[in-house]
C-alpha cells in the first residue's frame, strides 16, 4: 500500500506539469492616422494583440512604448500629451488600465483584470484585435512618429488569468514611423506576383509596406487582359492596417483548364473607395490527373535573387497553420530586420526584403542570415547584399 501511495504522489507533479502548455503572444500596431481636433493636430493608433491560438484568457498584459520626444514631446503621460482608453477586448468595470512615463520618451500602459475568478476575463484571440487606443497630441508635424516597442522589458510580464501562468514567448516588433504632416497611412503596394504552388494552383502574393483605413484586399481574374470584364472571385481578404511590411496569399482552387490567366488586385478602403493593381498574368498548363500530389513540408526556401541589391525574395512553405517570425542578422549577431505573420492555411509563401533595417536605413552590403521560426520548426540560411 505504502508503494502504490508512493507512486500516486511521483505521478501528481508530473500530471500537473504536463497539463500547462505555454501559449505565445504577439503586439502589433494598426489603424495609425494622423487627426484634428480643435486646431489641434493628433496621432492614432491601436496597439493590437493575438496569440498561438484562442485557448486562453488574460489577466496582466503590459506594453512599453517607445516614442519621438521631437514630434511628441517628453513625458507625454506628465504633459498630458497622451489619452489611452480601452480597446474591444478591455469591458468596461472588468480592466483597469494603468499608464506611466517609463523614461522620457517612452511610455507605459498595462491593463489588469479586477474581477475574482477567470469567468469575465477576455480570451485572448488569435487574430489581432484591439487592446488600447493611443493618442498623442503632435508638438511637431515636420517629424515622424518613430513608435516602436521595448520588447525586452515587456517579456515575463504577460499573465493569463490565473494570475501565475506566463504567455511565452512575447513577440512585439512591430513599429510605426509614418510622417506626422496629416492624413492617414496609403496603402504601398512593393510588388504583386503569381506563381504555381506544389498543388498545381495558382498562388498570387503580394506585399505591402504600410496600410491605414484600408478593409481588404479582392482578387478578380480573365482570360485576357481586360479588367472590365474579368471577374470577381467573391472573397474579401482583410487588411492588417500597420506600417510594418505585410505578405498576403490567395490561391486559386476554381481552375480547371488550361490557359493564361490575368489577375487584378483591389484594395478596398472603408470609405467604399477602391485601387486596382495589375494585371498579372499567369500560364497554368495541364498535368496528370492521377499524379500524387506534392506534399507540402515546413521548409525555409533560398532567397531569390542571391546575391541581391536592393532588394530579395524569401520564399517558405507551411505543412500546417502556424504563426511565423522571420529575422534577419547580420554577421556579428545583431538583429536588423524582423517580420511577423499569421498563416491561417498551409501553403507556399514569400516575404520581400528591401534591404533596410527597422528604422529604414538602407544596410551595408556584405553577408546576411535569415531565420524562420514557426512553431517548433527552425531554419537558418545564408545571403549576400551586394555594392
Keep these: 500500500m505504502k508503494r502504490f501511495i508512493f507512486l500516486i504522489l511521483a505521478l501528481i507533479p508530473t500530471m500537473v506539469l504536463a497539463q500547462f502548455v505555454p501559449i505565445g503572444i504577439y503586439f502589433t500596431f494598426a489603424n495609425a492616422e494622423v487627426t484634428q ?33 521631437d514630434a511628441f514631446g517628453e513625458s507625454i503621460k506628465q504633459t498630458g500629451n497622451v489619452t489611452i482608453t480601452p480597446g474591444t477586448l478591455l469591458p468596461q468595470y472588468f480592466y483597469r488600465i494603468h499608464q506611466n512615463d517609463n ?23 488569435a487574430t489581432p484585435a484591439s487592446l488600447f487606443h493611443i493618442k498623442i497630441r503632435i508638438q511637431d508635424s515636420n517629424q515622424t512618429s518613430g513608435i516602436s516597442y521595448y520588447e525586452p522589458h515587456m517579456r515575463n510580464q504577460q499573465f493569463y488569468a490565473n494570475h501565475w501562468d506566463l504567455y511565452n514567448p512575447v513577440v512585439a516588433q512591430d513599429y510605426l514611423n509614418d510622417p506626422l504632416s496629416g492624413g492617414t497611412v496609403p496603402v504601398v503596394l512593393s510588388s504583386f506576383t503569381a506563381a504555381i504552388n506544389p498543388r498545381g494552383n ?102 531569390y535573387p542571391n546575391p ?21 542578422y547580420n554577421t556579428r549577431g545583431q538583429k536588423v530586420r524582423s517580420f511577423t505573420a ?27 542570415y535569415y531565420r524562420l521560426q514557426a512553431g517548433s520548426y527552425r531554419e537558418t540560411k545564408k545571403m549576400v547584399m551586394n555594392k
Design 342 to 368: 499569421q498563416h491561417y492555411q498551409a501553403g507556399l509563401f514569400s516575404i520581400v526584403w528591401d534591404g533596410k533595417d527597422h528604422s529604414g536605413r538602407k544596410v551595408p552590403s556584405g553577408i546576411y
Design 308 to 328: 541581391f541589391n536592393p532588394s530579395t525574395t524569401i520564399s517558405y512553405s507551411l505543412q500546417h497553420p502556424s504563426a511565423v517570425m522571420l529575422d534577419i
Design 103 to 125: 523614461d522620457l520618451n517612452r511610455l507605459f500602459v498595462s491593463c489588469e483584470y479586477v474581477i475574482e475568478g477567470e469567468e469575465l476575463a477576455s480570451v485572448l484571440p
Design 202 to 303: 495558382i498562388l498570387l502574393t503580394w506585399v505591402t509596406q504600410t496600410e491605414s483605413n484600408c478593409l481588404g484586399y479582392r482578387i478578380f481574374r480573365n482570360q485576357e487582359d481586360d479588367l472590365a470584364n474579368a471577374l470577381d472571385l467573391q472573397t474579401l481578404i482583410n487588411a492588417t492596417n500597420t506600417s510594418q511590411q505585410q505578405t498576403y496569399c490567395f490561391e486559386d482552387q476554381e481552375l480547371q483548364e488550361e490557359g493564361e490567366f490575368f489577375y487584378w488586385l483591389q484594395s478596398v478602403d472603408f470609405t467604399g473607395e477602391s485601387t486596382f493593381y495589375g494585371p498579372i498574368s499567369m500560364i497554368l498548363e495541364g498535368h496528370e490527373t492521377d499524379a500524387p500530389e506534392a506534399p507540402l513540408v515546413n521548409r525555409l526556401h533560398n532567397a
Design 37 to 69: 481636433s480643435e486646431g489641434e493636430s493628433y496621432y492614432e493608433f491601436d496597439v493590437m494583440i493575438h496569440g498561438d491560438n484562442d485557448s486562453t484568457k488574460f489577466a496582466e498584459l503590459q506594453a512599453l512604448i517607445w516614442y519621438n520626444s
